[in-house]
């Protein structure tokens, strides 16, 4: 029988999963937060031995431009240069610590730097860009394999738990031009989709799981839930200067967020994999726990995403890119509101990107010591 290292071994066969942890991916205007479970979905990640260390960076940007109003783009914005262009990017620093073979606990540190051009935020005659940068919402919380990962190597479910801290700026300002008495610039707080943080205390639960296929081939799946029950964060939007029917949306909400994501992963080598899924993220119109007063987009957005791993000894990269299929910014409680007082229909948009790029790299720290593997488990990790 033979003496393997247990979490080089079992780092190798995770990493045919390659699930990068950066998401909510809901892709522009409608993801107001870069967020991610508490304990992370990457099954490599979490899959760590008892004293086992495991510390990275995930990195996501994306250019959110093409408005929707419901599941229908309106394309005359970008032709006729009414659009509005986030840029946005995230730095995620995450360590994840195993308190037994099953048991582990992590903490993510968020950074980000996101710009935002438009129109309409600037007097409508001329277009100019807003700024926010700085730390976004920690993270942390623990995870657990149901069952045990040595002796279940062909699948295996883990469920978490977090919480989500108010540490991000979620009233960073910045000049506005035109808008001020006679048209003068005002420094006022820059849109939802790009403040730093949202204000709430929240909740995450999560799961994920792996299943294997044949030799080499695995399913994968995961999700998480994050419940944010304060209603509004008190940060005023200034929607309402816009038009007087957008009163009920001068205060911006703290909305929940949610993604689930399955697919294939297939491994190319020892050291080499590729998958491809789909995932579905959203921010929802309601919450689960709280009002739903206040100014939020909701939406979501249906991807198909292939990813590529590479993993040596204990260092691991992956590039995971989704590609948005379908895109929906549904009727939020407040375009009802207006819909009812005024007997006129009434939908807001949103702004979504094509694709996302998500790349991750990760080293992990492992004890000093060897356990034995049932040989019946070795093509397992091939």
């Known amino acids: 029988m033979k003496i ?3 979490k080089l071994l079992l780092g190798s066969m995770l990493i045919t999963l390659s699930i990068n942890p950066i998401a909510l991916n809901a892709q522009g205007c409608v993801a107001i937060r870069h967020f991610s479970s508490c304990v992370g979905n990457s099954l490599e990640n979490n899959l760590l031995g008892n004293g086992d260390l495991q510390i990275g960076m995930n990195y996501r940007y994306f250019k959110s431009f093409r408005h929707f109003r419901g599941t229908e ?16 990017h995230a730095w995620d620093f995450f360590l994840t610590y195993g308190i037994s073979d099953r048991f582990y606990t992590s903490i993510t540190i968020p950074t980000v730097i996101n710009a935002r051009s438009s129109l309409y935020e600037h007097g409508r005659e001329e277009r100019n860009s807003t700024f926010s940068r700085g730390l976004a919402d920690i993270r942390a919380g623990v995870g657990y394999w149901l069952l045990d990962p040595i002796k279940h190597s ?6 978490g738990i977090g919480i989500k801290l108010p540490t991000g700026n979620y009233n960073a300002t910045d000049i506005f031009y035109n808008v001020g008495p006679e048209g003068s610039p005002e420094v006022r707080p820059v849109d939802q989709s790009i403040q730093p943080g949202d204000g709430g205390f929240g909740l995450t639960v999560d799961f994920q799981f792996y299943k294997k296929m044949t ?14 029950p304060r209603e509004t964060n008190g940060i005023r939007t200034f929607r309402e ?11 911006m ?8 994501r399955t697919g294939l992963s297939y491994s190319l080598s020892n ?6 899924g789909a995932r579905f993220d959203a921010v929802p119109v309601k919450d689960l726990i709280g009002g739903n007063e206040g100014f939020r987009r909701p939406g979501n957005v249906l991807s198909i995403e292939p990813g590529l791993a590479y993993f040596l000894h204990n260092l691991t990269l992956n590039l995971n890119v989704p590609f948005a299929v379908r895109r929906d910014r549904p009727q939020s409680v407040t375009d009802r509101q ?18 996302l790029i998500n790349f991750g790299i990760s080293y992990r720290f492992t004890k000093s010591k060897t356990m034995e593997i049932d040989p019946s488990l070795m093509d397992t990790f091939n």
């Open 271 to 276: 050291a080499l994999s590729t998958s491809l």
């Open 253 to 260: 909400a703290v909305p929940d967020q949610y993604s689930v």
């Open 4 to 6: 393997l290292h247990a």
């Open 338 to 355: 207006t819909e009812i007082s005024t007997g006129t229909p009434r939908n807001g948009d949103a702004a979504f990107a094509d694709y």
């Open 154 to 159: 062909g699948g295996n479910m883990a469920v």
């Open 241 to 251: 200067t816009l038009s007087p029917l957008l009163e009920n949306e001068a205060i």
């Open 215 to 228: 030799t080499g081939l695995f399913a994968y799946g995961g999700g998480f839930y994050l419940l944010n």
């Open 73 to 88: 783009e309106e394309s005359d914005r970008v032709t006729n240069n009414t659009e509005v262009i986030n840029h946005s």
